[in-house]
């Protein structure tokens, strides 16, 4: 399908990439094959938000929570974002896309934060879609870490508002999500975004993410488009 001209896009797209393990065990394959199948998945629908003229694109990876996952698992997953930055990124660079982490690098493997830091250095002055990896990340300690940040600059408690702890959340400098996406049937946000996703547009599908296709992403702004965001007023239509 092709979006009908006039189509109002999302400035920020938010994805909860979901289902791999199960798109694996469907198939009789180990989990990891499905977090690989994922990742190689990524690659199309960049191109496809770049294409339609989404400015960010933000992709949850690796929850805080997920090191409580089979640690088989959790060195599988290390390794195939080590993968994915070791393939991807000179081709995203030249594509003008600009990485951005979000999360805690403390806990890593050094040489996977060494390369994810790297990654970001090299594209920060590129100018077309910017893609956030969150990995490492949770909605609650991106929030706890917001706060410490704070209190250690000796602000009075009567200056904190939304904005100061919004501009020290790792999502400094972008903006809140329009919709968030989540794949494979689940309709939680799983501790992602929770503070900047306090009046996106959500959308699930049953989709598991290896079978997410640009397709798909295209239906998602379609019904977005039609959707009245009304931020707590009476909507952009009055």
Not at 61 to 69: H, L, Q
Not at 78 to 90: H, N, V
Not at 116 to 126: C, D, F, I, R
Not at 152 to 168: F, K, L, R, W, Y
């Amino acid at each position: 399908m092709s979006l009908p001209e006039g189509t109002r896009i999302p400035q920020h797209i938010a994805v909860i990439m979901d289902g791999n393990g199960r798109w694996a065990s469907q198939r009789g394959l180990p989990r990891l094959a499905g977090h690989r199948a994922g990742t190689e998945n990524i690659r199309a629908i960049v191109s496809e938000a770049s294409r339609l003229g989404v400015r960010y694109l933000t992709l949850y990876a690796f929850s805080t929570e997920n090191w409580n996952r089979p640690s088989f698992e959790v060195q599988g997953l290390m390794q195939i974002l080590g993968d994915f930055i070791d393939r991807e990124t000179q081709n995203l660079h030249a594509q003008q896309v600009r990485l951005y982490h979000l999360g805690r690098l403390a806990g890593l493997n050094p040489l996977l934060a060494h390369k994810v830091e790297q990654a970001v250095t090299l594209t920060q002055a590129n100018s077309g879609l910017t893609l956030a990896i969150a990995f490492n990340y949770g909605g609650r300690a991106d929030i706890v870490d917001a706060v410490r940040q704070i209190v250690a600059t000796g602000v009075d408690a009567s200056q904190i508002d939304e904005q100061m702890i919004s501009s020290h959340l790792s999502t400094s400098g972008m903006p809140d999500p329009d919709m968030v996406i989540r794949t494979s049937g689940e309709r939680r946000l799983s501790n992602f975004l929770i503070w900047q996703a306090a009046y996106s547009e959500y959308w699930f599908t049953p989709i598991f993410w290896p079978d997410f296709r640009p397709e798909h992403l295209q239906q998602a702004i379609s019904e977005y488009g039609q959707r009245s965001r009304r931020f707590g007023g009476l909507g952009e239509s009055g």
